[in-house]
């Protein structure tokens, strides 16, 4: 460095200092070795093993070599290690035995004398060999010797405190050796005197700390001490250990603070305690502050000074140690702290005086850091800087509060006195910063300054902040900034640029759910649009602020008035509406139906009762309450109403509402949850696990940006439904808390009606609920009164009385006193009203009527019954009869048909016994009941006085029971010829066998029919001959058959058709008989039908033979003998049968089509229409035709004869017939 | 102000779901102008303590943010609930721990869903407590 001539600088308090070495001896030979020594020794490091367990350390050790002087020495009582000289070096070149002896001893020991007298122990001589030098002097000793005497007389065993330096000055091996040596000597020896120097100077401070308690003791004078080492450290370049030296007197002073406000008071503390008169914020440019430094020293520093001191040195350690961050973070600390140590130690500061501070200190920290990094940097690390951002913010706030900035007309005297003591307590600028243009201390000024001059620079800062905040994603902070932002918007009158910030800030609350500040913020935003005469915004925020309970109750009240003025001051423009959500202004609480269960008919009365709680802190009269309906036409609304009812009705018919617990807690924006997989990559050779992790599969939904979600407190764009339906309540005063408001409506058209909105009208405003949840719905059914006949039993019977229910139900329709039903019946039914018969009314839980005639329950009644008994009349077999019912709810006639069983079957037969005619009736009970049947008649209603009809019955009455028959038996007599058809009328009393006295007489059962062609023509006998010779038949022998068929009347009526052929005066007809063994008995032999030709003449007789031969033997039965009328094939009678009725004499069947079932209807005609069906194979030729002829007409004489046939003697074949 | 503390609770959804306010002995409640202030201070410091929480593994984050005379400390509990102080002087540790121990006792209660509002009077009681033996004492 310096030239050892040079002077020495007193002190010199940098970095550029270097611990002092000094120099004593051959000056000359040092100043040669100097320039090399000085770059030598610090090249390369040594370690520096530190006491009290601290790590070692590596150190590059550089020296500050002067010339050895007394007053270098440190005095006793001196602790000033900087310019303490920690090694004293003393150089000779000396080789010279003499010339050692005549000066250089001397001159060492006055040296070592000197070091000795200041006990000083770090010495080393240095003897420098030159071999030049030994070249030129013969009389030379070994240089040993000069170095052993040096040692010898010197070094008293410590020989290496003597150390050769051979050629320092050639470039040699020998001299590099050498060179290292030393220099390895050097700095041991440096590090060693460190060690022990430091070392005491620590042991002395530490006593000196541990004295702190005992009176007198002085903080100030110990930071000095202790700011010494610091010095020292700094200047070995151990910048950590300075700053710890520096953490520690600020560790010490902050807990003397503490103990202080603890009420333990230091007594030199109290020296800190004077009031601030200084605020002139933090210095940094300068390594050391050596004016607050002498402030501290003279014991005349503030705390500010002190703390301000303090920081400006651990921010240029820091700086050095390259952490400009924890510059940052540590100055937020200190100025948060040093305004709370100026609280606890009751410091007097004048207003604004210490936001003067913090804010030039803020600044000039980021001025420090900023110019230190580049911007990348500092960009990168905002999260450091930003809160000194918003705190020098904070600051210039509070002070343009202070000093009348940000009101509207600036400030006044007092204010204008308060800027002018603040700019005073600043003092002057220092000079460092007097040439920067942005420096800390003008900005203030200038700030201060003006009332635009503070916009401005309040307006930098702030955006400032809440940008930095914003990119680093402090979206909280940055709201809270720009809170205070739209704060001084509004003082400056500029809501719409404040009203953005409320917004934002508010949103934010909202969406965390934070109380107070929501309140708080609302607050604002209500002052900021009735600023801008945002009115329904405005009110809205207002009903919300009417009923925040944070608020107190006045200003809840102020709010509500703000609206009610609203609301009356508007009521004269018509037509604009306000329309805001009611949860603000009243909650519904519960909602109850009556009837409970919420169904009503046409034309009842539903009642709505709510429960609205209101939210205002005073009563409130709204013009209007009104239930927004929904009508929708439903089929089965009334099932789906029971059905919903029996899902949700609560009991009592009551649905609640659940509370909004506003504000808290609120919805939160809903993300998915986090959809993770563990995800395992194996490397495809050894199936190895290369790398494993976990994947969020939802990534882009989870990071999606969610700022742009919609606001949550913007005017709601509820929309008011207009609809058809609506209950209305008028004039209801709310009073705070609950409020039981009942609707009332006629029900009028059927259907399902959803209570849609709520809406509550107070002047032009609406508070409208846009949706009812749960949903709640009324139904509305219309049961058109109806009526419905049945019988009592499974189906009604025709002839006898029976009871039949008349089931009214009057649905929506109330029965009034004298309401009857009037019945029209066809005549054939017969309705029988007895005494007693009245309606009576079940009563069936409705909702209440008034009652019928008979008894009057007090209850309308929806669904009664009335009982009528009636009388069916008689009728055809299952046939309806209408009734025509006129009832009272209705102008048209109800008509009900009513069906009918006939219980009875009748048949008739005509049965004959030669010419004998018999009528006989059977009469089969169908039905379940048991009958009597009296007075069994049959007549000819035409009154034929040829004809009688003798009864052969039993005695009436006679009993029959259920599905039986009774046979009633007539003979019929003529006395001239019998016409071709008869008409017969069967009647008979029926009445039920079980059933009790009837009052009146029932009408007989009749059947009528028809009989005809029941005079007998033919007689036709049959008989079988025996051969000839034999007294039986045997089978398989040849009997003889002898038809014969004899006519028994002339020519009558039936006979005129076209078979009858007129020849010779006499008629004819054609017959064809057939012999037909339906069992088999006999086998025909040879032709066993033909067709003969008979005289129309009584007793003409045609005779027929042929043989049979019996196939079994017994008693057999003769074969039938059938006769058929032979109609020629010309008969227009039908031409279809014709085509179908060919007929070949063998093989011929003939079909006797006759129909036996009773007809059904026109009394018993008995048609006698009859065909033969042929095989169908021939057609196309026209065949005559054969037509039975009718019962009546051919008696068959020998029916039921039988005939003994014994078996042939030579049988050997018993034939066994199983069946 | 000087003296009193406010402890707020701040479920997963950033919304209090515990609040108490410390009030020295014989200090009656000061204007009450400052409720706000207190939550719209927790409120803020939600930023630093969520940048906070990750670098740290104590659930004690010491002081997190400040503003004016106060400090915010904070500390997050296993299951990211984070515990809000606000307070003028001195570390609020022990009170933090005593109430740790408290609301894992609670949160444990089958009918307590986790993060909903605490709305037992006997935890409240037993905060009230806590308080006073660290905060207040």
Redesign the interface.
Known sequence: MDAPEAPLPPVIYTMENKPIVTCAGDQNLFTSIYPTLSQQLPREPMEWRRSYGRAPKMIHLESNFVQFKEELLPKDGNKALLTFPFLHIYWTECCDTEVYKATVKDDLTKWQNVLKAHSSVDWLIVVVENDAKKKNKTNILPRTSIVDKIRNDFCNKQSDRCVVLSDPLKDSSRTQESWNAFLTKLRTSLLMSFTKNLGKFEDDMRTLREKRTEPGWSFCDYFMVQEELAFVFEMLQQFEDALVQYDELDALFSQYV?NF?AGDGANWLTFFCQPVKSWNGLILRKPIDMEKRELIQRQEATLLDLRSYLFSRQCTLLLFLQRPWEVAQRA??LL?GC??EL??LEVSVPPGALDCWVFLSCLEVLQRIEGCCDRAQIDSNI?HTV?LWSYAT?KLKSLGYLCGLVSEKGPNSEDLNRIVDLLAGLGAERPETANTAQSPYKKLKEALSSVEAFEKHYLDLSHAAIEM?TSI?????A??VG?DLAEFYMRKKSPQKAEVYLQGALKN?L???????I??TRKQLAECQKHLGQTENYLQTSSLLASDH?LTEDERKHFCREILSFASRQTDSPGQKIVLPLHCFAQLRDLHFTPSNAVVHVGGVLSVEITLCSQMPMPVHVEQVAINVHFSIEKNNYRKTAEWLTKHKTSNGTINFPTETSP???P?NNLPALELYEMFERSPSDNSLNTTGIICKNVHMLLRRQESSTSLETSSGVALEDGAHVLKCSGVTLEPGANRITFRTQAREPGTYTLRQLCASVGPVRFVLPHLYPPVQYDVYSQEPQLRVEPLADSLLAGIPQKVKFTVTTGHYTVKNGDSLQLSNAEAMLILCHAENRAVIYSNTRAPVTGGESSVLGMTESHGKHKDTQKAGQCMATTDHKVSIDCPWSIYSTVIALTFSVPFRTTHSLLSAGTRKYIQVCVQNLSELDFELSDGHLVDPDSNADLRLVPLNAKSPQHIHSKQSVFFVWELKWTREPPPSLRCRFSVGSSPASGGRLSIPLKPYTYEFRVENFFTLYNVRAEILPPSGTEHCRTGSLCSLEVSITRLSDLLEVDKDEALTESDEYFSTKLMYEVVDNSSNWAVCGKSSGVISMPVAARATHRVHMEVMPLFAGYLPLPDVRLFKYLPHHSAHSSQLDADSWIESDGLSVDKHVDEQPDGGGGGRCRGSAHLASGGEHRGLPMPRLQALPPGQVFNASVGTQVLVIPSKDDHVLEVSVT | M?GSFYFVIVGH????VFEMEFLPAGKPESKDHH??L???LA??A???ID?NMWLSDNMYLKTVD????W?VSAFVTAEHMRCIILH???KKKNFFTGFYDLYRKFAMNPFYEAI??IPSNAFDRKVQFLGKKHLLS
């Open positions: 503490v406000g937020l600390e948060h305004v709370q609280k606890l999260a809160g904070e905040h994603g402090r979206l909280r902070s709201k809270f809170k609350y969406a965390e759910g934070w109380a107070l500040p309140t708080h944070h808290l807690p609120v939160q | 000087s959804h950033d919304h209090p409720h706000h207190n939550q719209f409120h803020a939600l930023d630093h940048e400040k503003f004016n005379e400090l003028e002087t001195r909903s509002p």
